[in-house]
């Protein structure tokens, strides 16, 4: 897969055979550009329509949902935001690498980092194995790392926006309430966490490196409706976080130029509620004839 301009951007008024040609004004050249890895759906488009209204131009990367970055570009665009996809599959090394310089080369800059993209399979102790540590290692933690020098690389292109360049890690509530469910996930999210403190020292004062952690957020994997419903209630709020928190969350570090180093969590006080499972099979559980574990 290679990190190009999607065919369909904001500069152009319908999608085409290839890149679009138009070039934006010189105050459009001005506006920071953001980077939102899978930013095609899901949190990271709502983290994408939330930095575009903001005025920040957005490089949309998506690996395989074509069809779905395509939706997201146009609703960016009505927006009025300016947007640009790029497919890369950043498990693989020299793909993760092309793709900052390919956001450079098409926008002319590149300021701001989500690492939203993120592979969340279930193991256990009992299921552990070195592939699937490997898959997930590879996508939650060597790919926002590479992102990140990529970023810190390009700090010379253009001055920097008013809250300095910043990288935005998404971890997981998860790792101040750990349990043994997602084992290579939360292994390799937890490394993250912890690479949020060496990058920061590592490439400051160019610079920052930040982590937001949702709890649960949105349906996925084998949970069911009614378990996400359940589940998103057993925090110390009654609540857990949404897809807009998240984004509010993403923007307000982006804007905080004193913040590094650190995460915020956004998570209904979820962190705060000791749990020995992961919420699907609490909720599960805890269902009229449940299992009791």
Known sequence: MDPRPDPF?????????????DR?????????????TGGA???????????????????LHYRHSADAATRTLAELRAAGGVAAGFAADLAEEAQCEALAPAVVAHFGRLDALVNNASLFELDDVASFGFALMERHWRANTAAPIVLARALARTAAVAPAPSGGRVVVNLVDQKLWNPNPDHL??????????????MLAIAFAPA???CGVAPGITLLSGEMSGPEFDASHRMTPLGRSSTPEDVARAVRFVIESPAITGTTLLVDGGQ???????????LARDAAPGGATT
Not at 9 to 21: A, E, K, L, Q, V
Not at 24 to 36: I, K, N, Q, Y
Not at 184 to 197: F, G, H, P, R, V
Request: charged share 20%.
């Open 41 to 59: 759906q899901r949190i990271g488009r709502v983290i994408a329509l939330e930095l575009a209204r903001a005025g920040w131009r957005v490089a």
């Open 184 to 197: 290579s996930y939360t292994l390799s999210k937890a490394a993250l966490e912890a690479a949020n403190t």
């Open 9 to 21: 951007d904001s500069h152009s008024t319908s999608p085409s055979t290839g890149p679009s040609t």
């Open 271 to 281: 962190h705060l509620a000791a749990q020995r499972r992961d919420v699907m099979f």
């Open 207 to 209: 610079l920052r490196v």
């Open 24 to 36: 934006p004004d010189d105050r459009a050249l001005a506006l920071p550009v953001v980077l939102v």
